[in-house]
Structure formats: structure tokens, C-alpha cells
């Protein structure tokens, strides 16, 4: 398995106040152009249905930065629960929304067009208050020092790191307004050198979000890319499973590139050190990718995965509802992929145990067993067949058989990979199967693991086009990402 670097992160806010005008007329929900501009009208609720009274609202712009900007306008709600604010101009806003005690807020966006008429009507949602969310970050995140400054863009929640900070290594933040964010400012020394950071955080009423100190890095060698540079077609790869490896301490991770987006992980399940996770990356060349760590109120699989165990034991087994449950929803992708790590002799087997892997009873099944020869491992694949029509005295006949030096008490990776009726094998990375069988899978059946030690077993499934696209001659692109995958799990 690759060895992966993780490194320290953070980031902090505070929620400020916002003020001012009130209005008796009911024009909760709607805007309406005037002559100077549009008047934003609407309603402010409690978690009961409540008008709430002297909600503070503040109106900013899209990509307001608190710590060096004022709200373009405020107001106060009425008895009713309603506010308006008048003449604002055509653009992109943000609604931050606090009730008088600071515990509970909201945060809504909203886009006032150019007038196209006279009077100018949209709908505005009435905003519902909600109890605050609390933040804790590490400085680490983004190597924050004294002094400098952090900003949620579009709100007014910036805080500057104290001493205080500084020596706990974290901040703490209450009174944020639960919603989702995607991006940071930081305002940095004496100089005030800015700069933007995309980030994915979802606040949950009440709850905190932990925002990890950690990043994943990921290297992909130029290798592990050499067979794709070949194909006719797109020379990166998609869909590409790699582990990584994540503290503990995260509470449903989730990792987050570059540009702000996520991507969902997988925990091994049988892991003795509950740390060893598996994502795969949407397209991958050669170079190297970080990640940062964040964890989330849910949890969230990659649609690629079934399932993944760090070290199997006997018995263990993986059930068709596995495989449905989870697997890629592109019905052109009729497919199925095994994968893991062996080391065993095939010669110290006993007969009993010959069976690796067994697939459970099915119109077509497949077994990987100990082959006649005792260092061959044997990927069998059988049809049912009767003598008569009922199909009570059935059994299964063997179709195929594709056997190689795999139990010669050295460690190897063993992939296979099924669509319909072709299938790929690869060893250590190297093809040594590419060919159609006599028999295809319309569904793939469960299967059982015998009395056999396998490591980082994966069952998984990949969308059409990680497999074969439109340039692609044959199954070279299957192979090239055989090849890749087998390098990233080293």
C-alpha cells in the first residue's frame, strides 16, 4: 500500500451583528423594484412558527469579506416578524439573519435582476431561524499565525488568531449561521496579503464542525500513467481506487481538492488500526494530489466501491444486495472487479481448503481455487446445466478456466474484472487475461471466502468510460488502469 503524508490545517469565524429600517406594510416574500432600485421584503420565523421580533438582518454582497467591508444595508424586523430594505441594486446577494440573543440564525442568497417593468415582483423565502453552530479548526490548516485574519466570504463571520489561539493550536466559533460554505478568505501579516481558499462546510444546526488539521497527499507516478499515454484516446484515467490513510479522530471523513469539491471515502472494515480508507479520484495523471480532511454529519461512499476489507477471514462473505446497493448506476456498465493481496504456498494448502473464493448458486458462477498444479491459482467460471427442463438435478458445468503463478508463497496482486462476458486479469499489474468467456453474467451473485488470508480484498465496479472509450481500440484502457491501480496500492 502507498505511504501517504499528512499534514496539519485550519481556519475560524466569528457571526456579527446586523441592523436597522423596519416597515408596518405586509410584504413578507417578495421583492418589488422602485425607482431607486428593488425593495427586499419578507419575514423572519422561529422553529415554531413564531414571528421572531427585532431579528437583526444585514444585507451583503456575494462576495463580502467582514473584515473589510460594512454591510451595504441592514434592518430590524417589526412585531410581525417583518423587515424591508429598500433600493437595492441588480446583483448576486446574501441574507445573515440573528435573533436578538445571538443563539439562534440563518443565512439565505438571493439574485435581484435588472427591471425589466415597472414593478418588478420576485419571491424571497421567509427565513427560519435556526440554532447556531459552533466551529473548531486547527491553525495548522492554513499555517495561521498571530494576527492574521480569516473570513467566510459572504458573511459576516471573520475572525484575527490571538495569542490565546496560538497556544491551544486551535479556535473555537459560535453563533455561525448553520449553512453550507465554500469559500475562505485569508488576510494575512502586516502586509494584509490576501488570498482565496475553497472549502466545503456544512453547519448543522446545534452541532460543531471539526474541521481536521490533516491532509491526504497523493503521488501518482509517471508508471503508473506510462500505459495510458499510449491509448488513441484521453491519456488520463477515471474512477482511479486508492487507499489512504486517515486518524481516527475524523468523524466521517471527507476529502476536499483544490477547487472545493469532495469526494467520499471508504472504511475498510476489518482493520485492525480502524484507520485505512479507500476513495477513487474522478481522473488522474501523473503528478501529485492533496487532499484536505474534513469530517462531515453524514456518511458518504463512493459509488465505486462495494466493499473492502483490510484482511479477510474464513466464512466471510459479500452478498448480491452488496453489489446493488452500491455499484454504478451506468447500466452500460454490466461489471464486476476483485481485487487483493495474497501470499501463500500452494503446496502447504490442504485439498479442504483449495477454495478461495466461492460465488454463491446462479445461472453463471465463478470460483478461484487452487489450481492442478498447486502454485496455479484458477479463476473457474460455470453455467448451470439440467438434464431436463425443471432444473430440480442441476449442476454447474465448467466454461472457462484461466489459471496462473500466483501461490508460490511470494506476494502478489490478483485483479479480475468482468463486464457481461469478457474478462481481464491482472497480476502484479501485468495483463495476463484479456479475452471473452463462453458464458456472461446478466447479475453477479454473492460470494464466500475460504479458510485464506487476503489483504485490502476489493470488490468495486467502473463507470463505461473508465473501461473503453469511443478512441479506445479494444480493452487497452482497462489494462492501463489494472496497471495504474496495482502501482497505487503498493
Not at 4 to 32: M, Q, R, Y
Not at 419 to 441: L, Q, R, S, Y
Not at 451 to 477: C, P, Y
Request: aromatic share 8%; hydrophobic share 35%.
Amino acid at each position: 500500500m502507498m505511504n501517504f503524508k499528512i499534514l496539519n490545517t485550519a481556519g475560524i469565524f466569528a457571526l456579527a451583528s446586523i441592523f436597522s429600517a423596519c416597515s408596518d406594510e405586509n410584504h413578507a416574500g417578495v421583492l418589488t423594484e422602485t425607482e431607486s432600485g428593488t425593495t427586499i421584503a419578507s419575514v423572519v420565523m422561529d422553529g415554531n412558527g413564531s414571528p421572531v421580533v427585532s431579528a437583526k438582518v444585514s444585507l451583503l454582497s456575494a462576495n463580502h469579506v467582514a473584515a473589510r467591508m460594512a454591510p451595504i444595508k441592514t434592518a430590524t424586523t417589526d412585531e410581525d416578524g417583518k423587515y424591508t430594505i429598500d433600493s437595492v441594486a441588480a446583483g448576486d446577494y446574501a441574507l445573515q439573519i440573528s435573533n436578538t440573543e445571538h443563539t439562534q440564525s440563518a443565512y439565505q442568497t438571493i439574485t435581484v435582476e435588472d427591471s425589466k417593468t415597472d414593478l418588478q415582483t420576485l419571491n424571497v423565502p421567509e427565513a427560519k431561524l435556526e440554532e447556531n453552530a459552533s466551529l473548531e479548526l486547527d491553525l495548522g490548516t492554513y499555517d495561521l499565525d498571530k494576527g492574521d485574519t480569516l473570513c467566510i466570504t459572504g458573511t459576516l463571520n471573520c475572525t484575527a488568531v490571538s495569542e490565546s489561539d496560538l497556544k491551544s493550536g486551535t479556535v473555537k466559533l459560535d453563533e455561525i449561521p448553520p449553512a453550507e460554505f465554500t469559500n475562505i478568505i485569508l488576510i494575512r501579516g502586516a502586509g494584509r496579503d490576501t488570498s482565496t481558499r475553497n472549502v466545503k462546510w456544512d453547519f448543522t444546526p446545534g452541532e460543531k464542525l471539526e474541521v481536521s488539521s490533516e491532509f491526504v497527499t497523493i503521488t501518482v507516478p509517471e508508471e503508473a500513467l506510462s500505459a495510458a499515454k499510449k491509448l488513441n484516446g484521453k491519456k488520463t484515467l477515471e474512477s482511479m481506487i486508492v487507499p489512504v490513510t486517515i486518524p481516527t479522530k475524523v468523524k466521517n471523513p471527507v476529502l476536499i481538492d483544490n477547487n472545493g469539491d469532495s469526494l467520499a471515502v471508504f472504511k475498510a472494515e476489518n482493520d485492525a488500526d480502524s484507520s485505512l480508507y479507500f476513495t477513487a479520484i474522478p481522473s488522474i495523471d501523473a503528478g501529485t494530489y492533496k487532499f484536505t480532511v474534513t469530517s462531515s454529519e453524514s456518511v458518504y461512499k463512493t459509488s465505486e466501491i462495494s466493499r473492502v476489507f483490510a484482511e479477510s477471514k474464513s466464512g466471510l462473505s459479500v452478498t448480491e444486495g452488496d453489489f446493488m446497493n452500491t455499484f454504478i448506476t451506468d447500466t452500460t456498465s454490466n461489471s464486476l472487479g476483485i481485487s487483493f493481496w495474497i501470499e501463500e504456498d500452494g503446496s502447504k494448502i490442504a485439498e479442504g481448503d483449495s477454495l478461495i473464493i466461492d460465488s454463491k448458486e446462479n445461472d453463471v458462477t465463478y470460483r478461484l481455487r487452487v489450481g492442478e498444479k498447486p502454485e496455479q491459482l484458477c479463476a473457474n467460471f460455470y453455467r448451470r446445466v439440467s438434464k431436463d427442463s425443471t432444473y430440480t438435478d442441476s449442476f454447474p458445468e465448467l466454461g472457462n478456466s484461466y489459471c496462473h503463478n500466483v501461490l508460490d508463497g511470494e506476494r502478489h496482486h490478483y485483479a479480475m474484472y468482468i463486464k457481461a462476458n469478457h474478462i481481464v486479469i491482472a497480476i502484479d499489474g501485468k495483463t495476463v487475461e484479456d479475452t471473452k468467456m463462453k458464458n456472461a453474467f446478466i447479475i453477479f451473485p454473492g460470494f464466500a471466502i475460504g479458510n485464506h488470508k487476503l489483504t485490502n480484498l476489493t470488490v468495486f465496479s467502473l463507470k463505461q468510460s473508465a473501461i473503453v472509450q469511443a478512441d479506445d481500440e479494444g480493452w487497452e484502457r482497462l489494462q492501463a488502469w489494472l496497471s495504474a491501480y496495482y502501482l497505487l496500492q503498493k
